[in-house]
């Protein structure tokens, strides 16, 4: 077992955009958000990039055995030896900063123990079932297949990052072109860890790209089984029938140069 080190919520950090402003709410979050071409060479400051691990440390995963780890390239030579391993993507080498994702195979048995002693001081577990819950972790994940698992839990973690940039006001780039025994080799991972993402952070050279559209719900969402697809409420899809009309009518009201 490791002598792992804890630590609470983050309760200090950032409360505005980089720029000033405030903070994005998690919606305006969601409907902004785009992967970035081509970033500025200009930093990202350091309280800002350590915020967003805090915060992907709070993502949610099985047993609490919270498996991401993340490897932080900020140096423009490592980011340019990264860039290689990276089908030679160029915001690899432009962005000031990228996190690779990944987690190693069985280092989660060397948390598990701690992590149960901790929450059961924590309030978040009973000591009288800390042997039944470690037999259930280590049976279920020593039968699961393992990148499958790794891989599920990380990008829970790699996703909170990607959202809390964007809240900052940063751009970022969720990348999977990438070669991971180079990506390995280059930045001397474990051989038996599993690459997940690189993401690229930190501010556009170019606008956002346009909204490419997304599934109608009712193609992508089904109702108590497969096949049945789900309908919109009436009152949801009166709202989007007015929303449409009202877009069209301010498009017709453009003046024409």
């Not at 490419?212 to 193609?219: M, T």
């Not at 109702?223 to 029938?241: I, P």
Request: aromatic share 10%; net charge negative; glycine share 6%.
């Amino acid at each position: 077992m490791n002598t792992a080190i804890f630590q609470d919520k983050p309760a200090t950090y950032p409360k505005s955009q980089i720029n000033g402003a405030p903070l994005k709410s998690i919606l305006q979050i969601l409907l902004d958000r785009r992967a970035t071409a081509h970033f500025k060479s200009d930093p990202v400051p350091d309280e800002y990039v350590e915020s967003i691990l805090r915060f992907a440390a709070q993502a949610p995963s099985g047993y609490n055995l919270q498996p991401w780890r993340f490897l932080l390239v900020r140096e423009k030579e490592n980011r340019r030896r990264l860039q290689k391993a990276a089908m030679d993507q160029a915001k690899v080498g432009e962005a000031p900063v990228v996190v690779v994702a990944f987690a190693i195979k069985d280092d989660w048995k060397n948390y598990l123990d701690a992590i149960l002693q901790e929450g059961v001081r924590r309030g978040a577990g009973k000591a009288e079932q800390t042997d039944t819950v470690k037999k259930m972790a280590t049976d279920f994940l020593d039968e699961f297949p393992a990148a499958v698992w790794l891989n599920r839990h990380t990008m829970i973690a790699f996703t909170t990052m990607m959202l809390v940039a964007e809240a900052y006001g940063l751009d970022t780039a969720p990348m999977e072109g990438f070669d991971p025994e180079a990506v390995k080799a280059e930045l001397g991972l474990p051989a038996d860890s599993e690459v997940v993402g690189l993401l690229t952070i930190g501010f556009a050279n170019e606008p956002d790209k346009a909204y490419g559209g997304r599934l109608a719900l009712n193609e992508i969402v089904y109702e108590e089984e497969y096949g049945r697809h789900w309908t919109e409420s009436a009152n949801l899809k009166s709202q989007r029938m007015f929303a449409e009309i009202s877009r069209k009518e301010k498009e017709t009201l453009q003046p024409a140069f």
